[in-house]
């Protein structure tokens, strides 16, 4: 009985080294990330890590069942000391390659603000030249790797070994009494270990919503852990239906039913519509009193419908593409392209202005598959896609990602003249993405800034200028409405912006250089609100299926957002945010 109890007493060691792994790990998390989090106290910080210790049994649990129960059944086969070795080979792989997402994700938050979960993979399997560009994650962010390299050299250093190990077994002369206690002590064990594997008593299991009991909802990603929400988002693509209200109060509450009514004459003016990749606000100086990375931004804005009250719907390039060319927001875990809606039948911006005559196209130097963007724009009735395959000379490559956005906006340009009017076309830089690459001839032209990316956002604002240069001297030029405006915000600095709501300030401008449209208008607008926008501009008639609103709508006063379990709406004077219940 006594060396049953020997290893009962290890099993408790082991566990509590795996929930010291997991807690450094937080720390890790914690530290890269620390800006972002609003702690206001020791005791707000320590309920977060206390109530952190939760999620970590919750995987513990799951994924360390089996050498829980090998611990805990009854033999005296367990002091043989390949038997153990072979514990200790599964504690450190299985657990350090679990605990590898919480590192993966110290960096990778940076760009999400989420904790990530299966649809990272999704993503992957997606975006066909993710996996070419690990090298460049890995050459980046090194450090990471080696601060978890040697957490698992310590872990494995530190774990608590069988002081007395055999070659061979004896023979097991337990009396019958020690047996019912050692089976019971069993039963007890892998008992708690279920109930560790729910993390709740209560009917439903521990979920990614409950952190919202112990801290706020800007904190709750430390709270989590990478592996938690993966295993918790695994098949949860489709959205759960519920009933808030009767059914014949929903269209009066909310109806995405547009119908646009015009007195005027459609007018088939060309369509651009520019998406700067992490355009932040907070990297607009025209926004923060000229204090910022966009030059010809600024000059731009001066001539342009503004609206300094715009945010995105995502944290996602891939959350990006649907809700401005759909109008379709992201609000589930899974990105709506990589979810079981994305073959839904749907109508965008190309689709819509097709029956009007438009030819529609997509431009991004990414190479082809990115994200899966070839894909969704032609189900999404968009004639041409062109990527890095179409471009004409791979000498612009940047060496990762794509092709740089100078030479690519000029092919863009070349591209349109060549296409017959009416059109509408949406174009996707590229540069100012990690790993934030600037052509060789123009290293050290722009402010290096306090964060990687402002010299590339410096050069992204440079190509931007160089196209509206090249593209006026064209006669489709003043016959076009462009709209300008960022796919998602990268890394922040300032407390104005990163916060929960700053997190998804991004410009959106409207610029028709043969029209007199020019203001700065402080609504609350949104993604989704430019596909409405563009057909009420346009005097379009007919009634379409929209969760977004025109600009020219008074009633549009507000933006909603999904992360962390957490829906929230912004509007002109409050922040409401909701855990779905």
Not at 222 to 230: G, I, K, Q, S
Request: hydrophobic content about 40%; proline content about 3%.
């Amino acid at each position: 009985m006594d060396r049953y109890l020997t290893h009962i007493r290890l099993l408790f060691y082991r566990l509590v080294l795996l929930i010291l792994l997991f807690t450094i790990s937080r720390i890790v998390f914690h530290l890269f990330n620390g800006a972002y989090f609003q702690i206001e106290s020791f005791h707000d910080l320590f309920k977060i890590y206390f109530f952190g210790i939760k999620y970590d049994v919750v995987i513990i649990a799951i994924l360390n069942a089996l050498f829980i129960l090998v611990h805990a059944i009854p033999g005296n086969f367990k002091d043989l000391e390949i038997y153990q070795k072979a514990l200790k080979v599964y504690f450190v792989i299985v657990n350090g390659l679990t605990v590898s997402l919480n590192f993966i994700d110290a960096k990778y938050f940076d760009f999400t603000n989420k904790r990530s979960g299966t649809d990272l993979f999704k993503l992957m399997n997606t975006s066909e030249d993710l996996w070419q560009l690990i090298p460049l994650f890995i050459k980046d962010y090194w450090y990471l790797i080696l601060i978890w390299v040697i957490t698992l050299i310590v872990v494995w250093k530190v774990y608590p070994e069988l002081k007395q190990k055999t070659t061979k077994t004896t023979q097991d002369k337990t009396s019958k009494k020690h047996q019912i206690l050692q089976l019971a002590i069993l039963i007890l064990i892998m008992g708690l270990t279920f109930l560790g594997a729910r993390g709740s008593l209560k009917l439903k299991p521990l979920r990614a919503i409950n952190a919202i009991e112990y801290t706020s909802a800007q904190n709750i990603p430390l709270v989590l852990n990478t592996p938690f929400t993966m295993i918790k988002s695994v098949n949860k693509d489709a959205l759960e239906e519920v009933s808030f209200f009767k059914k014949e109060d929903i269209n009066v509450l909310f109806n995405p039913e547009r119908n646009f009514v015009s007195k005027a004459d459609f007018s088939a003016k060309n369509i651009v519509i520019i998406i700067m990749e992490s355009f932040a606000s907070e990297y607009i100086g025209a926004f923060n009193n000229g204090n910022g990375y966009t030059h010809y931004l600024d000059t731009l804005i001066q001539k342009s419908l503004v609206f300094p009250n715009a945010f995105a719907n995502g944290k996602k390039s891939i959350e990006a593409v649907p809700s401005i060319l759909l109008g379709i927001p992201s609000l589930m875990d899974n990105p709506y392209l990589t979810s079981t809606y994305a073959t839904n039948n749907v109508r965008s911006i190309a689709t819509i202005l097709k029956e009007k005559g438009y030819s529609g196209s997509f431009f991004h130097g990414g190479k082809n598959g990115t994200m899966g963007f070839d894909k969704f724009v032609k189900f999404a009735g968009f004639d041409a896609y062109f990527g890095l395959n179409e471009y004409p000379s791979k000498k612009d490559f940047d060496g990762g990602w794509g092709i740089y956005d100078e030479p690519f906006f000029k092919f863009f340009t070349d591209e349109l003249n060549q296409m017959q009017e009416p059109f509408v076309s949406c174009f996707f830089s590229l540069s100012s993405h990690h790993p934030y690459h600037v052509p060789r001839e123009f290293e050290n032209q722009f402010q290096k800034g306090t964060l990687n990316i402002h010299e590339s956002i410096g050069y992204a604002d440079y190509a931007l200028h160089t196209f509206f240069e090249y593209a006026q001297q064209f006669n489709w030029f003043n016959n076009t409405l462009f709209i300008i405006t960022a796919d998602h915000t990268a890394q922040l600095e300032t407390k104005y912006y990163n916060n929960s709501v700053g997190n998804y300030r991004i410009p959106i401008i409207f610029y028709a250089p043969g029209d007199s449209i020019s203001g700065i208008d402080s609504t609350v607008t949104q993604q989704i609100d430019i596909l409405p926008s563009i057909l009420n501009y346009l005097n379009y008639e007919g009634t379409e299926v929209l969760f977004g609103q025109s600009v020219w709508d008074t009633d549009s006063i507000y933006t909603v957002n999904y992360k962390n379990g957490i829906y929230q709406l912004i509007d002109s004077e409050y922040v409401i945010q909701f855990d779905g219940k």
